[in-house]
DNA sequence: TTTTGTGCAAATCGTTTGCACCGTT
DNA sequence: AACGGTGCAAACGATTTGCACAAAA
């Protein structure tokens, strides 16, 4: 297990359970997907991964577990950090009686221009 | 169809494909899960309708098509809208080179106090 | 030998697709 | 008789679960 972490362990990125699996088994060991998909809920249990939910799909990791928020470009299915310089969000909104806030998750859904 | 339609007509609501079937059903009209896919996407596509992505496993259809964020309340699984009062977010990012923003998704996440 | 942890085959469940049916031209 | 639209049964694909096996106690 800690062998396939050896993975994660360089570069952020942010991949779904199917890629790193891909990933994981052309390179050496060979390993089901319901055991990536495991580890990846432990590791994410942990706060060292961060789960984002983005298109309803497919589940995507990100390595990067702080705070921060993404682009997603529609139709290439691309997910990456927007820089924290990029402030986005000023003001929390007031939560309803009896809740407090978790996290907040932006996504900013982009295109290619012209397409 | 339009027949559907009308229990869509009264109130903002966000639900997902099977809770609409199962309302749907429970009234009046048997209608398979299928076609209630169907016509909600073509009613997103339409822009009647927008299609949240909050949790990966579900796809909620909110009635409100405005632009407007929601609170997302994990454990419940409630959906619903952030005032627009409530502004959350002051400057938007630059997207890269060649990209252009098609829309901007903030979900809070919510959590029961003490849960 | 019991207990605890790990990996995976098979099941699950939301969603989509291909096709049959029916009203219209 | 050909065409277009509609609904749904069956297929799909991502994710989860239940269980068998292995190492540690």
Redesign the pocket.
């Known amino acids: ?1 800690a062998l396939g972490w050896i993975l994660f362990a360089r570069g952020n990125r942010h991949i ?3 890629l790193l699996h891909e990933e994981v088994t052309k390179a050496k060991v ?10 990846l ?1 432990q590791f994410a249990e942990v706060g060292l991964l961060r789960q984002v939910a983005v298109d ?4 995507y990791f990100d390595t990067n577990a702080s705070d921060h928020h993404h682009f997603f470009i529609e139709g290439e299915n691309t997910l990456f950090d927007i820089a924290q310089t990029e402030a986005v969000v000023d003001r929390l909104p007031t939560p309803p009686e009896g809740y407090e806030i978790v996290r907040v998750d932006v996504v900013v859904r982009l295109k290619r221009i012209g397409g």
Do not use: C, D, K
């Open positions: 297990m779904t359970a199917e060979p390993v089901s997907l319901a055991t990536i998909y495991n580890t809920h309803g799909a497919r589940t």
